[in-house]
């Protein structure tokens, strides 16, 4: 199983970038797909994540309204969509599975990581 996590850069506040995470050894419609981000000096914290059967999608309090995250099965690829971005999104951003269905912000629940992404939000 891997995972391979792109899209990240420097974006203005207010700005967008749309994440991917491109998997292969596993199907992301029949697994759970989550992203996580970790800030210089914290700890690395559950963002979001999109659940196998029915895609039903699921975020921390501090970016709902703002990301979205949705799969691509013919592609097999996840994104998180961030919109309305903030200075204090600034982190790098991994996305991780897990068999199943899961709902779990503990990072030691997934198995599979990718290697993350820098998103910077800076004017």
């Known amino acids: 199983v891997q995972l391979q996590a792109s899209g990240g850069g420097l974006v203005q506040p207010g700005g967008s970038v749309r994440l991917s995470c491109a998997a292969s050894g596993f199907r992301v419609n029949t697994n759970t797909v989550v992203w996580f981000r970790q800030a210089p000096g914290k700890e690395r914290a559950w963002v979001s994540s999109?659940?196998?059967?029915?895609?039903?999608?699921y975020y921390t309090n501090a970016v709902k309204g703002r990301f979205t995250t949705s799969r691509d099965s013919d592609k097999n690829t996840v994104y998180l969509q961030m919109d309305s971005l903030k200075p204090e999104d600034t982190a790098v951003y991994y996305c991780?599975?897990?068999?199943?269905?899961?709902?779990?912000?503990?990072?030691?629940?997934?198995?599979?990581w990718g290697q993350g992404t820098q998103v910077t939000v800076s004017s």
């Open positions: 999109i659940l196998n059967a029915d895609a039903s999608a």
């Open positions: 991780a599975a897990g068999e199943g269905a899961i709902i779990s912000p503990r990072t030691d629940t997934y198995p599979y």
